[in-house]
């Protein structure tokens, strides 16, 4: 050390110049190489780069402190089974294709034509098929989570309520009487075995490509008995027994101010046909 200053004190003043200038570049060039809070230069001026590529579910690239990092985004929820039930061109279409979406039936029968039950995101299904496979009719036996698009099915009715909050008045009051019929399974002496209903049918014209819709009652029985009674009062009970209010009576007449609050349990929607558009006498349907 001591010949270190010895050296020192001999150099000129250019000398000394020189050495402090060679000192200070090395001090320079330490600082700027050494680590800074834990990062060297070069990873703390890196940027992050964030690369967005096309469409709403690609995935986005990010570079951070030198590490690239890929977000994928989550997959969008698969639209309900029930949905792809009930849009259209489903009515017309091949059972074979609507199968292959929500599996096979279980169950069928061949009363009034082959129906075949399916349970569809917990709701049940009944579909309506021809001898050929040709889907002719859709029932939704309605829930709070059951339920369908009027404006998926009967475009030119989509103002109604959505199904699963209907009540018979909702067509009643908003569709012109000569467009929509009302007909019963039973009003008076069922028995036991009888499953009674009351239908509502409307729709089904040229304009509606021929597709009707049946809203269809299951529990209203007090609705019910009110209806049975007026009936009775002015017809007599014979009539109300034999059925003949379905045919030989104004019931659309009889059930306003009496149905109007009925709740829908169940909507069928199926294809016009020709029993629909005939006179329809009580024998056909109740035979």
Sequence with gaps: MHD???IYRKMTIM?????????????????FFLP???NTKDEETLPEIKQQTTGNNSPTIINRDGQVIINNPKEPEPQPKLNKVFEEGIIGGDIKYLESIIG???????ENGEKRSYKVDNCDVTVGVEQDGTINALTLFLSPICNFSWKDMLPNHSDLPQPNKMHFGDVME?????????????????????????ELKFGGSNADNHICAILGSTSDVESWSNLSQKIIKEKGAEFVINFEYNCNYDLKKAAKGILDTSKVDYITIRVENQTDIDEISCERIFK
């Design 4 to 6: 270190l200053i010895n």
């Design 15 to 31: 000398e000394k110049l020189g050495f402090w200038g060679s000192v200070a570049s090395i001090t320079g060039l330490l600082l």
């Design 36 to 38: 800074q809070d834990g």
């Design 104 to 110: 096979f039936a279980r169950k069928k029968s061949n």
């Design 174 to 198: 908003s569709i012109p009487s000569d467009y929509w019929r009302i007909t019963a399974s039973c009003l008076s002496q069922c028995g036991n075995t009888e499953n009674p209903y009351i």
